[in-house]
């Protein structure tokens, strides 16, 4: 058999090189026709027809396109990741949330300008004085289209004695808006120097007001937005994270505050304005930061939740009420107690004339260790506990006289 194919091969390509005529010719190439040109073009004809009437019914178009895309967007999911090696990282996205967040809340930042009078000896050795001008800047978070705007207390409030100068309480205080170059004038409504919170208002209408954000849910990592005006550069934004929560600083005067710590840089001028989030809402009030040699991106904001109930009282009180009981004391340890024969707890040093504290028969020398039934030892741990009460509701103190127990009920005042 192999030798009769070869043959039969080798007979074949001597026939067709050399041995045809015309009318074997004209047959090999109707035969070409037929074997290989018609059953291309056939094939080609019935795959349009399929493929055309596929795309006709929308359930069967539907799932190739369905598939086609699926398979592409598993393609792009694919990580490629090589180790030791640095992939890009696509910045788009942070871009646009900055970007977002910027034109939504710059409508409502201000800058606030304050004048004061500042005296002066003429020397060391006169009692004349001289005076003069001067100016302090800051920023503010418009809170209602009407004209109130919230700040920093220590903005609009800045009186202070020294023994070479003083300076007045503000003479004037003024408001730009964004993107106009306005000057209006502004009244302080209230102030709270113990939250550094103050509210002001101008006389205009339908302004924008922030929106704020829940800042008891931001959590560390997040975007956060500074916004105001440092060094007199009104609308300047920086970026950054939220570093820290619930972060207890205390500052030059000695207050302390429970405040959003992040590294989106606050400069002088930035005060009172807002640090936001990723929507652009007001988590905290930029009031202070850190500084120093080998300090860097350390900024604290008030959480804009414990501005709420402030804010309210400010506008309709001009300053807070708060529950007051008219003592002061000093923190017992066990050391010191133990030094002067003395329990652990809260001495009280000093009780405030016509005060809740010396109504209720509590006396200098008495050590308070209980607070409505709470065991406590430092006067942080009063004042928390106080803080929950109303003024008029009543407190129950447990304390230590003379080696004795004894309870005492006391009615909170007002804190005068």
């Keep these: 058999m192999e030798e009769n194919n070869n043959h039969n091969f080798k007979t074949v390509s001597n026939q067709t090189n050399y041995g045809y005529n015309s009318s074997e010719k004209k047959q090999t190439k109707i035969g070409f026709g037929k074997s290989i040109i018609l059953p291309f073009f056939s094939g080609i004809l019935g795959c349009s027809v399929v493929i055309g009437t596929c795309f006709g019914i929308p359930s069967i178009r539907n799932n190739l396109i369905s598939t086609r895309n699926t398979s592409y967007v598993e393609r792009n999911n694919t990580p490629n990741i090589t180790e030791g090696t640095v992939s890009q990282v696509s910045l788009t996205n942070y871009s646009d949330t900055a970007v977002y967040s910027a034109n939504k809340i710059l409508p409502s930042i201000v ?4 004048e004061y009078t500042v005296n002066s000896p003429i020397s060391f050795f006169s009692n004349r004085t001289v005076s003069s001008n001067a100016t302090a800047s800051g920023s503010g978070i418009i809170i209602s289209d009407d004209g109130y705007i919230l700040t920093n207390n220590h903005i609009v409030s800045t009186s202070s004695s020294e023994s070479y100068y003083e300076v007045s309480e503000a003479n004037k205080v003024t408001v730009t808006l964004y993107n106009d170059d306005t000057q209006y004038e ?3 409504i209230g102030k709270d120097e113990q939250t550094d919170l103050a509210v002001i208002k101008i006389e205009k209408e339908g302004l924008s007001k922030a929106e704020f954000a829940d800042s008891d849910s931001i959590k560390v990592g997040e975007f956060a937005m500074a916004v105001g005006n440092p060094l007199g550069m009104q609308s300047s934004i920086t970026c950054g994270v939220i570093s820290a929560i619930n972060r207890e600083v205390t500052d030059s005067d000695g207050k302390k505050f429970t405040l959003i710590q992040t590294d989106a840089a606050i400069n002088s001028g930035n005060s009172g304005g807002a640090l936001v989030n990723s929507e652009g809402k007001v988590i905290g009030i930029n009031t202070l930061k850190l500084s120093g040699t080998g300090i860097e991106g350390m900024g604290f904001a008030i959480p804009i ?4 109930d402030i804010t309210l009282q400010l506008i309709q009180y001009s300053k807070v009420k708060r529950p ?8 017992l340890d066990e050391k010191t107690a133990k030094t002067y024969n003395l329990v652990v707890g809260i001495y009280v040093k000093r009780v405030e004339e016509f005060s809740s504290a010396e109504k209720a028969g509590l006396k200098a ?5 209980e607070a409505d039934g709470q065991k406590i030892t430092k006067m942080d741990e009063l004042n928390e506990i106080k803080s929950k009460h ?3 509701e009543e407190i129950k103190l447990k304390i230590n006289r003379d080696n004795n127990e004894k309870e005492i009920t006391l009615k909170l005042g007002e804190q005068p």
């Design 305 to 308: 939740n414990s501005t709420e």
């Design 111 to 114: 800058g606030i300008q304050v």
């Design 390 to 392: 109303q003024i008029g």
């Design 324 to 331: 007051y009981i008219g003592i002061s004391g000093i923190d």
């Design 186 to 188: 502004a009244k302080i």
């Design 365 to 369: 020398g008495d050590v308070i260790i």
